[in-house]
Each structure stands twice: as structure tokens, then as C-alpha cells.
């Protein structure tokens, strides 16, 4: 903001034209951010570039866990459908009468996709076009981390695979996530959740034992492979600190769910002991599973002597079971396992579950309700973590999400962006070396609740920079290298204060050009030289700016300002 002041205030030719009202009205007014102290921390990620070339679950979970922490996502999505779970609806969010007129021809946004997609902008990219793939080596080019889900082998066959990346960058950390990982029999076959928790040993174990296999209410393994990723991709953050060198990452969902078996993996490798389903008992603590009650279900876990005294004692009150020798030790409660249920429940029963959670509270047995999903985010505890939060969305106006899990010093990450709209930020980013973002959005949050301010300091840009493009040509006809020098400086500095950093950028070279010298081969020039190195890049700077002038114009046609209330 200072530079483009500071370049009104050095050209009085056309700094006359210039709202310098614009430039200072929200400072007075607005509130600067406090400093953290104790509270929170700045995101560890910040200034971290994510290229995501994810869909569906467990790729798109580490992404978002990166987000969270302050990377800068960018999520490339096929060109028509987008990631596979914007379709897997309902629900879906309703269209807000405000969404943008670019997104008209969409479906609503899909409760699935919005649940693991937070933090993140999306594009679109035709992979198989040239020049779709020269987009991604110039993402790759600059990009901390790339993750990727595709069948092993499929990227390397678009020169897309990690040898072909690393020539590009490198530094890059590449994460595959794969079915069954990089090498084995299996390698080329595809991952999907439930068959993988089938193929890894989950699904054996998970139902009642005179009921078919069972799969885990939600997507387990793909949450769990996310998670292992996430991890990963932080050791070779970490990793690329110390040696200054690329990682390829090697995480796949079914070592992830073999991992995943814990203790159940261990009793088989140690002992050869086989597993058997339990239903939501424990196969070696007795009571430990869920118990009916009259209008609902309790979980019950009794894990030792004095606990399973407790409750026979105080809770139920049946001091019978205590001193019962078939239910006296654990060893004998697991042998007479069907005797000792039957008599708990037949103890539940008698009341509601009300009344059994007032009546277990502080005796120090475990114990808590079965919840449906409304009951869980009513959940006092829930309430006062506050696990949502409310997000404003370009397309469905506020929601609701869950929040990060996670609190540093007291407080959690924001939520920065809200979940994409299929390629919204494809002019964005493919305008990346065009418009630098940050200062942008910084221009943005000067807003009120319309664009007046920062609509106003653009449009005053584009009336400048055809007033300057019109001194420079006369400038460059007349040979006249010291006015060239002071409008290409001029100008570097209005357009660094929008963010237009292509143009910032060539025009410092003017700068430098008319001052007889090229800072980029680090040598003097002629006035002949600087002349035909000046026409050639003010040829290019008008260029860059019409790419510029037209992103712009482009993102404030698609977010209107919202309609005033008569």
C-alpha cells in the first residue's frame, strides 16, 4: 500500500488521478490483529505450497489437515465432474440466491466433499493436454509437496510420476497414496475403503459373532490413511530441513489397516491366535460392551475387579454378582461371559437411560450413552469445545463443519477458506506468477461488506496504467531513457500495491533498463541496448497487464456485491 502511495506522491502527472482516499480510509478504522502471546500459534505451514492431486477420502483428509496448519492447498480436479464425492448427494447444501453466476451450471455442493475439503482452493486441469501439463510443471515447479491417489504407475505414464517431478523440483515431497502401495503383486490394483477392510482383517472382526462381517460405520481406513500421510508429510518437511533434498512417500491403505489392527494383529503374531467377532464386547474383558436399557443403550466397561464390584454394588444394585464365584474374578466373568450379561441387562432394563447415567456418574465405572448423530453435537462437551464452526460459503452461504480436532496453547487453527466450488479458483491460479494473492487478499479485507474500496483502487489502477502505457510509448519514440526509467518505476509501484506482480516485475527491469543497467545479467548497458531491451519488455508488460486487467475484472463480476435491503 506504502509503494503505491509512495508512487502517487513521486509522479505528479497522474497522481491527481489516483483515490489516495481510498488508500487510507479502513486503517483509521479498521482494528489491527493482536499478537498470539500465549494464545494459539502462527500456522507452522504458512508459506508451505500443496499441490493436491486427490480425490475421494484419504488424500483429500491429509490435504486438509495441511490446510488447517497454514499450507496453501491447491487442489486440481478434473475438468467436468471434479473430485468423485461432489456428485455422492444428498444432502447437499442449498444454493444461496448470492452464489456466483460462474458456478450456475453446478450441482449443489455435496455434504460429502464439504466434510474434507475445507482450507483449500481448486482448479481445473486437463491432465492429457499440453498444455494442461505445462500448468502442472509450472505448479510442480514451485510447490513445497505434491500428493497424489492415482494406481500406481498411472502418473508416471502422464511424465507426471516422481522421477519426472524430481527433475523439475528437485526439492519436492511426493506422496503417493495407493490401494496396496508402489511394489507387490497388487500394486496396480485399485483402493477402495470397504474392500480393503475386508482384504486387512477389520471387517472379520467387526459385527456380532452369529451375524455376517460388518463394516465400520464410516470410511475408517481411508481416514486412518489420511492421517498417516499427514504425518509422513510433516517428517519429510522436516526430512527436506536437514538434507535439503525431495521425498517420495509411500503410504497406501492396506499396511495402513494392517497397522490399524493393533492389539488383535499381536495376539495373532505372538500366540497364532485367531480372532473371532464380538460385537461391541471385548474378547477378554468382561462386562465391557453396550447394554440395552429401556429406551436406549449404555457402553459399560468394567475392566478390573474393583470396578466390576462397583457396579454390581452401587450402580445396579445387585450385590449378588459380586460374590457370585462364577463372576469373581475377570478370568471367570469371561468364562460365564452369556450368565453375567443376561443378568446386567435384565438390571438395565428396569429403567431408562436417564436414569442409569445420573445414577453411574462419579462412581468411577466407565460408562457412557450411545448417542445418534443430533445427540453427539448437542453433547455438553461438544457445546463447550465448540467442535463446529460456521463458515461463510460462495455458493450456499453459512454452514456448518466440524472443526480441526486440534488445540495449540488453547486454540484451534481457523478455517481460512471455506470448501471450493469446482475449479473457482482456476483464474487464480493460473494468473499464479500474474497476481501475487496474498496482497491481494489483503486489499480484500479492506472491504466493508461490498467491494466499494477495493473494486475502486482497482479500477483507478487500470485508468493509470493506460495513461502510463501511453507516456511510455511516447517516452520510447522521443529516446527518452530517464522518463522511461521514472514511469517504469511508477508503475512497478501501483502495481505491487494491488498485487499485480507481473507487471511489478517487468517494469523494475524498465526501471533498471533506463537507468543503463540490466540487474538480471549484471551488467551496464548502451542507451542503444536499453532502448531495445525496453521495447521488448514493454511489448510484454502490456501483455502481462491485459492477463491482469482481465482476471480482475473477472473476479469482481463473480462476487457481486450482496443486494441491499430496500
Request: proline share 7%; glycine share 8%; aromatic share 8%.
Amino acid at each position: 500500500m506504502s509503494l503505491l502511495l509512495q508512487a502517487s506522491r513521486s509522479r505528479g502527472i497522474v497522481a491527481n488521478k489516483l483515490p489516495t482516499a481510498y488508500l487510507i480510509r479502513k486503517y483509521q478504522t479498521k482494528p489491527t490483529t493482536p499478537a498470539l502471546g500465549n494464545e494459539g500459534i502462527p500456522p507452522p505451514l504458512k508459506g508451505v505450497r500443496i499441490l493436491d492431486l486427490t480425490r475421494v477420502l484419504a488424500g483429500p483428509t491429509a490435504t486438509m489437515l495441511l490446510g488447517d496448519l497454514g499450507a496453501d492447498v491447491v487442489k486440481v480436479e478434473e475438468v467436468i465432474r471434479g473430485d468423485d464425492t461432489r456428485t455422492w448427494h444428498p444432502p447437499a447444501a442449498p444454493l444461496a440466491p448470492t452464489a456466483p453466476a460462474a458456478s450456475a451450471h453446478q450441482p449443489p455442493e455435496s455434504a460429502y466433499f464439504l466434510s474434507s475439503n475445507r482450507n483449500k482452493r481448486s482448479i481445473t486441469v486437463n491432465f492429457k493436454d499440453p498444455d494442461g501439463l505445462e500448468i502442472l510443471h509450472r505448479l510442480i515447479k514451485r510447490s513445497d509437496v505434491l500428493v497424489e491417489n492415482f494406481i500406481a504407475g498411472k502418473l508416471a505414464e502422464m511424465g507426471l510420476g516422481w522421477e519426472d517431478c524430481r527433475k523439475i523440483n528437485p526439492g519436492l515431497i511426493y506422496a503417493s497414496i495407493t490401494g496396496y502401495g508402489q511394489t507387490g503383486p497388487y500394486r496396480q490394483a485399485a483402493g477402495y475403503d470397504v474392500i480393503i477392510e475386508g482384504e486387512a482383517g477389520l471387517m472379520h472382526i467387526t459385527g456380532e459373532p452369529d451375524r455376517p462381517p460388518c463394516k465400520v460405520g464410516v470410511a475408517a481406513t481411508d481416514i486412518a490413511t489420511g492421517l498417516y500421510a499427514h504425518g509422513a508429510i510433516m517428517a519429510a518437511l522436516i526430512s527436506r530441513q536437514q538434507t535439503g533434498k525431495g521425498v517420495w512417500i509411500d503410504c497406501n491403505l492396506f499396511e495402513t489397516q494392517l497397522a490399524g489392527l493393533a492389539n488383535i494383529a499381536s495376539n495373532y503374531l505372538i500366540s497364532g491366535q485367531e480372532a473371532t467377532r464380538h460385537g461391541t464386547a471385548h474378547p477378554s474383558v468382561v462386562p465391557y460392551q453396550v447394554f440395552p436399557c429401556r429406551d436406549g443403550f449404555l457402553m459399560i466397561g468394567a475392566g478390573n475387579n474393583k470396578q466390576f464390584k462397583i457396579l454390581a454394588e452401587r450402580a445396579l444394585d445387585r450385590p449378588q454378582l459380586a460374590s457370585d464365584p462364577r463372576f469373581a474374578t475377570n478370568d471367570a466373568r469371561v468364562a460365564n461371559r452369556t450368565e453375567l450379561v443376561e443378568a446386567i441387562e435384565a438390571a438395565l432394563m428396569q429403567h431408562d437411560r436417564q436414569y442409569w447415567l445420573e445414577r453411574f456418574t462419579g462412581l468411577g465405572v466407565p460408562f457412557g450413552p450411545i448417542n445418534n448423530i443430533k445427540q453427539t453435537f448437542e453433547h455438553p462437551q461438544a457445546i463447550a469445545r465448540q467442535v463446529t464452526v460456521e463458515v461463510d460459503h460462495p455458493r450456499a452461504g453459512k454452514i456448518k463443519l466440524v472443526g480441526p480436532a486440534v488445540s495449540y496453547n488453547g486454540q484451534k487453527m481457523p478455517v481460512r477458506r471455506p470448501p471450493p466450488w469446482h475449479s473457482e479458483h482456476t483464474m487464480e491460479v493460473g494468473v499464479i506468477d500474474i497476481i501475487d494473492m496474498d496482497t491481494f487478499q489483503q486489499i480484500l479485507d479492506l472491504d466493508d461488506d461490498d467491494h466499494e474500496f477495493s473494486r475502486g483502487m482497482a479500477w483507478a489502477y487500470f485508468s493509470q496504467v493506460e495513461q502510463t502505457f501511453t507516456e511510455m510509448d511516447a517516452a520510447l519514440k522521443a529516446k527518452d531513457l530517464t522518463e522511461l526509467h521514472s514511469l517504469g518505476h511508477f508503475l512497478k509501484g501501483s502495481s505491487a500495491a494491488l498485487g499485480v506482480s507481473k507487471v511489478q516485475a517487468s517494469c523494475e527491469n524498465i526501471q533498471h533498463y533506463g537507468n543503463l543497467r540490466d540487474e538480471e545479467a549484471f551488467k551496464d548497458l548502451t542507451p542503444a541496448e536499453a532502448l531495445s531491451l525496453i521495447s521488448a519488455r514493454l511489448t510484454q508488460v502490456k501483455v502481462e497487464y491485459s492477463v491482469a486487467e482481465k482476471w480482475l475484472k473477472k473476479w469482481y463480476a463473480d462476487h457481486p456485491d450482496p443486494v441491499q435491503e430496500p
